[in-house]
């Protein structure tokens, strides 16, 4: 099949060894170059389109018609209606959210009446609770203090009959959206799921509910960083008795709803046990582990990996990113099927979660060893999942490894010498090394360079398909170059052992496959690791069916080849493959950290997609057959009368071939490239641009002379919030989000009236680009700028860089930005009538006793070594509507403590400091001095619109700074950054000056002060 047996062949003069065989023996070449193509791409091309179609696969969503007791995407989709698509503003301080809320009780109740009308086997309750609280987070290696007041979560709670006193399972998502998002997907779509999966068990017999209680916590408030999820978990009285819990997010409207983080490797087995469709990879964790893509979701609240005590799973729709967090998330963008797709696979996996707590009477699942222990875990593309503990992982990811160390000795009995044959593993995985590097490199340099050239970077992001152009063509070509004399070299090498020799490069990738997994296993990244080990293991397999001492490769070899790549291959190029739509799509939001970023990180995932769907094994099989197409044997099966591989015409034509193969691949490459960059701007409506928008109101130091306006204030909100119960259900297009509700000029009007003395405002437009492409693309000038822009102010300077306060509402997000700052026109009617300020009311001083780094309160017989002395400083925050905040204090001392339930975290910073005596007393040094800054993030609900805090410095500390005894005050600066997210006249004109394939992804009015305390 792959040669010509009875052509003559050349006997050539083989360098003798003591196993090599006979020198005088005709030498036949071991595959036809040609039929080895053209079998390798029928292969590829049944194998990737059936992938793709697994891949995208969806089931079909059930009527409204369907049986009571199914998952119903028709009747899902009511509720993404109600709230996407008639409340689109879900957002905290936007009167949508609570109307969300009143709708969510109301569907509660319904559940609650489904219950008792069953005769009392299951009861259901309704719950909804106010959370207050803090959490010291860290976002990007920068700490800082999220608070939030009186936020609104909705809870139900599910019980049937025999399971009280058992520990519950959670459910959770949350019904609040994105600024500027309708979040039909993320996450009303998964808010739907839980109340449709909720009715679908209650129509269901006794029998097949539930083993524990459940509790379905329909979270107000995780966009503003998992606050409502935190208070959940910190202060409801349902968070106790829990046994685990599964979290429901949405990072697309598309669907595949991947298991992508889990705490406690039996939630995975259960989960994959009981889903009728699991979807996810380990190594989606690992990436979000590493912060590649930064964001957060509930998980983190409630796991006991990070701020919470349960084991549990994070699941979350992840296609079609391009509409996460923008107005395109709207209800008609959820692709059909998804729900479907999400719901039946809840009902099947929370029964199974349910019947693994319930099994659980000792508890075993909660202990420190239960909880440590994770799962490896792969789905065959939805037809099953794979999972395995993480100790299991340690023996079969290094077993590869061990498996290639004792090869060279095994292959003795084959007659090869050891050292031979791990001579040439060795010189075939120095290969390896350059043909897997080069396939990741090559392809990132095109992207830098494309970049460099044209100044535009993602042009292929409107047209997805345009980067597999640009960079697959020039991957492929790396990886394929350092085999691609293979025929050639085995003639030459190893004319009788043709196979063995193709076998030891395969050996050598699978070497170099297995020492990566290793050591990934080792560094605790066990699925990168799992899919290096399984590239191990098909190497080991493939080289062994082509190491069978066959004088040729003989169909049934091949077909073993192919048999035993197909599931790898299903395996990495699915999880390669997804991953690099994924973050193709994701790139709008990567952050602006450099130009280059996003060519180059697209250009190695496109190398890794190729080893991937390649198997990394199979590169030696298809460079023999490419670098041999057209050599002068490869129709006969011989050589042409001379040495095997140098021919004079055979081996010139082969030569020649192989220059023109490569050079079309990379010249391909180069084209999409070159055509690609004629397009200036690489964005459209349905694949935009995101920005941010900030229309900055500085105040100062501004505090009026009392607050004799509570009274006032609290009118206005009461009005705001009655105000809501007439406002436009949705806008004409899913543009028109953030809309306000009717203003209540009159009590408007009354606190104005009130203000003494009267604030001074300088205005600004602050603005952010969240993807590598530069300013110059929307403004070439500053000139530009100003005249595109409405507000701005003509004349005014321009900034760019890494700006300070004008981003702090933004914090800790703000450091992804690209930042420009211009002058520009206050709003003439602002969201509220008085600006937000921090007042002091009092200070007073204290003192403690420090022993063993922890405080107490002094006593008598404390020694004065060990006192210090605090500096208590007691303020008042106004704020006379809801708002997204944040508070930022800068001390000369460290906070000993403050009012807010979580410690104080802080970051250190060096600044110039004030003239000091050196030793000597006789002349002046200027010596660096430090202060630390505390960002608290806030966001309240609260019907009140003062917040009183305090906070305590330590005295001593600040004093012991100086030398000499010229002592520094112990001072603090607070700034206030409070955003309104109702949309002003100039915040709307300045979103309408944009080009339509430019979308805000965060708008706002923000006010800001700073004071001296």
């Known amino acids: 099949m792959f040669n010509n047996s009875n052509a003559e062949c050349l006997t050539p003069l083989a360098r003798k060894g003591p196993h090599d065989e006979p020198a005088k023996k005709s030498v036949v070449p071991w595959a036809n170059p040609r039929l080895l193509v053209f079998i390798l791409f029928v292969y590829y091309a049944a194998m990737l389109p059936l992938m793709i179609q697994r891949l995208h696969w969806t089931p079909p969503a059930l009527p409204a018609s369907s049986p009571a007791e199914s998952f119903s995407e028709e009747r899902a989709m009511r509720h993404v209606e109600a709230l996407a698509g008639r409340l689109p503003d879900r957002q905290i301080s936007m009167p949508q959210l609570r109307q969300a809320h009143d709708y969510i009780v109301r569907q509660g109740s319904l559940l609650a009446e489904m219950a008792a009308a069953r005769g009392g086997d299951v009861e259901v309750k309704v719950f909804r609770e106010n959370v ?3 959490v010291a987070m860290d976002f990007g290696g920068v700490p800082f203090t999220n608070a939030y007041r009186e936020l609104t979560n909705i809870v139900v709670t599910i019980t049937p009959g025999g399971t009280e006193g058992r520990r519950g399972l959670l459910v959770a998502a949350h019904h609040d959206s994105a600024v500027t998002s309708p979040g039909a997907s993320d996450d009303v779509s998964m808010v739907a799921v839980m109340l449709e999966a909720a009715r679908a068990l209650l129509s269901r017999p006794s029998r097949f509910l539930p083993a524990v209680p459940l509790v379905l916590l329909f979270d107000g408030a995780e966009e503003s960083i998992c606050q409502g999820g935190h208070g959940f978990f910190n202060s409801s009285p349902h968070a106790r008795g829990l046994g685990a819990f599964i979290n429901l997010e949405a990072m697309g409207s598309g669907g595949l709803p991947i298991l992508f983080q889990h705490t406690g490797a039996w939630t995975v087995a259960a989960w994959a046990k009981g889903a009728k469709t699991a979807h996810g990879a380990r190594i989606a964790q690992d990436i979000f582990d590493t912060g590649i893509i930064p964001g957060d979701t509930d998980y983190r609240m409630f796991s006991a990996r990070h701020f919470g005590s349960l084991p549990g799973l994070d699941i979350a729709f992840i296609r079609d990113s391009k509409a996460y967090h923008s107005h395109l998330d709207s209800v008609a963008r959820l692709r059909k099927g998804a729900m479907q797709d999400m719901g039946e696979a809840l009902l099947g996996g929370l029964m199974s979660m349910a019947e693994a707590l319930a099994a659980d009477v000792d508890g075993r699942l909660l202990t420190p060893k239960a909880l440590k222990e994770r799962s490896v875990y792969f789905d065959l593309m939805g037809c099953g999942m794979i999972t395995y503990p993480d100790h299991l992982a340690s023996l079969l990811h290094t077993a590869p490894l061990a498996m290639f160390m004792m ?16 001579t040439r593993m060795l010189s075939a995985a120095g290969r390896a090394i350059v043909a897997l590097t080069s396939a990741l490199m090559a392809p990132a340099f095109l992207g830098i360079l494309m970049v460099w050239s044209s100044g535009v970077a993602m042009s292929w992001y409107a047209q997805h398909r345009l980067a597999y152009a640009i960079f697959l063509p020039i991957s492929v070509a790396a990886a394929v170059r350092p085999w691609i004399r293979l025929r050639e070299e085995s003639l030459e090498q190893r004319p009788l052992q043709q196979g063995h020799y193709v076998a030891c490069q395969v050996y050598g990738i699978g070497l ?9 296993c080792f560094a605790g990244f066990q699925g990168f690791s799992q899919v290096l080990a399984m590239g191990g293991f098909l190497s080991y397999a493939v080289g062994s069916l082509l190491d069978n001492g066959a004088a040729t490769f003989s169909p049934g070899a091949l077909a073993g080849v192919l048999a035993v790549a197909t599931v790898p291959l299903v395996v990495m190029g699915a999880i390669l493959g997804t991953f690099l739509d994924v973050m193709m799509e994701r790139m709008s939001l990567t952050g602006h950290h450099s130009v280059f970023l996003a060519d180059s990180i697209i250009g190695v995932l496109t190398g890794c997609a190729v080893l991937g769907y390649s198997c990394c094994c199979l590169l030696p099989l298809l460079g023999y057959a490419l670098g041999g197409l057209w050599d002068g044997s490869s129709s006969t099966g011989c050589s042409n009368g001379r040495s095997p591989g140098r021919s004079s ?3 010139g034509e082969s030569r020649l071939w192989r220059r023109l193969l490569l050079t079309a691949l990379v010249a391909t490459s180069l084209a999409m490239a070159i055509w690609s960059s004629t397009a200036t701007v690489p964005y459209n409506a349905d694949n935009p641009r995101r920005i941010t928008i900030t229309h900055l109101h500085e105040t100062g130091s501004w505090v009026p002379e009392d607050d004799a306006f509570p009274a006032s204030s609290a009118v206005a909100m009461s009005a705001a919030m009655a105000a809501a119960a007439v406002h436009p259900a949705a806008g004409p297009t899913s543009m028109d989000v953030q809309e306000p509700p009717p203003s209540p000029e ?17 205005a600004k437009l602050a603005l952010g680009i969240a993807d590598s492409n530069p300013w110059s693309q929307l403004f070439p000038d500053a000139a530009a700028a100003v005249a595109a822009l409405p507000i701005a102010r003509q004349g005014s300077a321009v900034r760019y860089g890494d700006l300070g306060h004008e981003y702090a509402s933004l914090h800790p997000l703000e450091r992804l930005l690209g930042k420009i700052v211009l ?8 969201p509220i009538a008085v600006p937000p300020y921090v007042r002091k009311l009092y200070e007073e001083t204290r003192e403690i006793m420090v022993a063993d780094g922890k405080a107490s309160p002094s006593s008598n017989d404390a020694k004065t070594a060990d006192r210090r002395t605090t500096r208590v400083v007691h303020i008042r925050i106004f704020s006379e509507a809801h708002c997204w905040g944040m508070l930022n204090f800068t001390t000369a001392a460290p906070l000993h403590a403050w009012s807010l339930p979580s410690a104080p975290v802080a970051a250190s910073y060096n600044g110039k400091g004030r003239a000091t005596p050196d030793t000597s007393g ?5 010596r660096r001095m430090q202060y630390y800054t505390y960002m608290v993030r806030f966001s309240h609900e609260a019907t009140s619109p003062f917040w009183d805090l305090w906070i305590e410095l330590d005295a001593s500390h600040a004093a012991g700074t100086a030398t000499d005894g010229n002592k520094i005050d112990p001072w603090v600066i607070v700034e206030l950054s409070a955003t309104y ?8 004109a300045v979103r309408d000056a944009f080009p339509d394939w430019v979308t805000p992804t965060w708008i706002g009015t923000t006010f800001h002060s700073s004071h001296k305390l």
């Open 746 to 762: 009159e009590e408007r009007r009354v606190l104005s009236s009130q203000l003494q003395p009267i604030p001074k405002i300088v």
């Open 512 to 520: 170099v496959l297995s020492a990566l997994a290793t050591g990934l």
């Open 981 to 988: 997210l109702h949309l002003t006249a100039e915040l709307r």
């Open 823 to 830: 002058e520009a026109e206050p709003a003439a009617q602002p």
């Open 649 to 651: 015409s055979g081996g």
């Open 407 to 422: 090869l060279p000795l095994a292959s003795v009995a084959g007659g090869h010498t050891a050292a031979g044959v791990m």
């Open 132 to 134: 207050s609280g803090s």
């Open 922 to 926: 006789n002349s002046r040094s200027r």
